[in-house]
T-cell receptor
């Protein structure tokens, strides 16, 4: 079955440093989604990327979808303590089945030291 | 005005007991899901229903039985609870769409089996 690998598993940064998490799929994806889960909270949708090579920005967050649509990255510039949490990438199975089944990466747990 | 709600938030029980978790969404979505998140934060889909019909049934022990009385509700019943069932269970919903299936998660139910 489809596998979605995410690295690193943990990242500790000082406030103000940059942070990047990487996502790789074993299959070509029709789209990729990113979610953030705050400690003790639930996953919250951040963004969906669809096009090959797509880059989207949300304030200090930059999301990229690879040319081959098998990898993606999330980069945070100048981290803040509010960025703490687990970041997940997720890709639909079956090349975009309408059933919406997502395979999640293992997540990257980000801690930010003030 | 909670979009996806779950009850209870915490559930502590003894091995061998039977318990249920309830989920409701007021977003008008057609598709609902159950996920299990283990202690390492890994999110794994268990079941999905589309308009009361079971469409995703992952390799889950048959002690777990989902039920969807209508498209706004999806419940999870667990028989003969085991220690390994301890986890956070998330309900989620999404619109029924081929190209866009952002998932909205409930607050989660933390199940502890003693």
């Amino acid at each position: 079955g489809q596998q979605v690998m995410q690295i690193p598993q943990y990242q500790h940064v000082q406030e103000g440093e940059d942070f990047t998490t990487y996502c790789n799929s074993s299959t070509t994806l029709s789209n990729i989604q990113w979610y953030k889960q705050r400690p003790g909270g639930h996953p919250v949708f951040l963004i969906q990327l669809v096009k090959s090579g797509e880059v989207k920005k949300q304030k200090r967050l930059t999301f990229q979808f690879g040319e081959a649509k098998k990898n993606s990255s999330l980069h945070i510039t100048a981290t803040q303590t509010t960025d703490v949490g687990t970041y997940f990438c997720a890709g639909p199975e079956g090349g975009g089945t309408s059933y919406g089944k997502l395979t999640f990466g293992q997540g990257t747990i980000l801690t930010v030291h003030p | 005005d909670t979009a996806v709600s779950q009850t209870p938030k915490y559930l502590v029980t003894q091995m061998g007991n039977d318990k249920s978790i309830k989920c409701e969404q007021n977003l008008g979505h057609d598709t609902m899901y159950w996920y299990k998140q283990d202690s390492k934060k890994f999110l794994k889909i268990m079941f999905s229903y589309n308009n009361k019909e079971l469409i995703i049934n992952e390799t889950v022990p048959n002690r777990f039985s989902p039920k969807s009385p209508d498209k706004a509700h999806l419940n999870l019943h667990i028989n003969s609870l085991e220690l390994g069932d301890s986890a956070v269970y998330f309900c989620a919903s999404s619109p029924y769409s081929v190209s866009y299936n952002e998932q909205f998660f409930g607050p989660g139910t933390r199940l502890t089996v003693l």
